[in-house]
């Protein structure tokens, strides 16, 4: 049963430092797409960042230089490290699993982040 299981995450004060981590089971597949989303209720989903098997890792715009996507292959588990955190990147951080970037089909149950001022 293809699982997405997400740990990490929590509060920090502006600054600081947080890592999440989604650990992928039951897909068996060469190659996907992993990719971290955000979403703050009442507003859409933001992309964060994405990795291929390719080799392409992309971030948004409000990420850039602060975020770092990783994954290990041996253990299935997708990394975000997140430093410089500001108040703005306060959400829930959903990982998604996709055949393409431009197509996920599975989703990790949330990992809220609070960062205060």
């Not at 920090?12 to 992928?24: E, F, I, K, T």
């Not at 770092?68 to 990982?95: F, G, H, R, W």
Request: proline content about 2%.
């Amino acid at each position: 049963q293809l699982r997405l299981v997400q740990s990490g995450g929590g509060s920090v004060q502006a600054g600081g430092s947080l890592r999440l981590s989604c650990q992928a089971s039951g897909y068996t597949a060469s190659r996907y797409c992993m990719a971290w989303f955000r979403q703050v209720p009442g507003k859409e989903s933001e992309f964060v960042s994405s990795f291929d098997t390719d080799g392409t890792t992309i971030y948004g715009d409000s990420v850039k230089g602060r975020f770092t996507v990783s994954i290990d292959n041996a253990e299935n588990t997708l990394y975000l490290q997140m430093n410089s955190l500001k108040p703005e990147d306060s959400a829930m951080y959903y990982c998604q699993l996709g055949f393409s970037c431009d197509y996920y089909f599975e989703r990790g149950q949330g990992t809220q982040v609070s960062v205060s001022s």
